[in-house]
């Protein structure tokens, strides 16, 4: 036999010797918009404003940059508006973004604009508007 049958033989039987060990696994609760929402108002909101942001110049680009495009555009409008540097997008006006591909952005936008006490802005989807 050669050595290399005789380890792969050794170790099948430790395999086979050690019995799995199950974690027991402590399942999260889904979050609730309401504790969604608290987690917003500890980032000490000092300014909020709700905009509604045309996107039609979008649709000149190329039809494969329209979407990230439409991502520089918000960021670039929320900059110019709030007079910040630091411009975050939350996952849902990513998601509305790209909803239809990177073809096909949407015309417009509704979002909301939060500017917290360290001068960082994070661009929401409007709840109530």
Do not use: C
């Not at 649709?59 to 007079?83: E, N, T």
């Not at 973004?97 to 909301?112: A, G, Y």
């Amino acid at each position: 036999m050669s050595k290399e049958k005789v380890k792969d033989t050794v170790n099948e039987e430790d395999a086979v010797k050690e019995e799995p060990v199950e974690a027991e696994q402590v399942e999260e609760p889904d979050k609730t918009e309401a504790e969604e929402d608290s987690e917003i108002e500890e980032i000490e909101i000092v300014d909020e404003k709700f905009y509604t942001i045309n996107l039609k110049d979008v649709w000149k680009a190329p039809r494969i940059k329209r979407a990230p495009k439409a991502v520089k555009v918000v960021k670039d409008f929320v900059k110019r508006r709030m007079k910040v540097d630091d411009v975050k997008i939350s996952n849902a006006v990513n998601e509305e973004i790209w909803k239809r591909s990177i073809k096909k952005p949407p015309r417009k936008i509704k979002i909301r604009a939060v500017k917290d006490k360290e001068g960082q802005v994070i661009v929401f989807h409007p709840k109530g508007a």
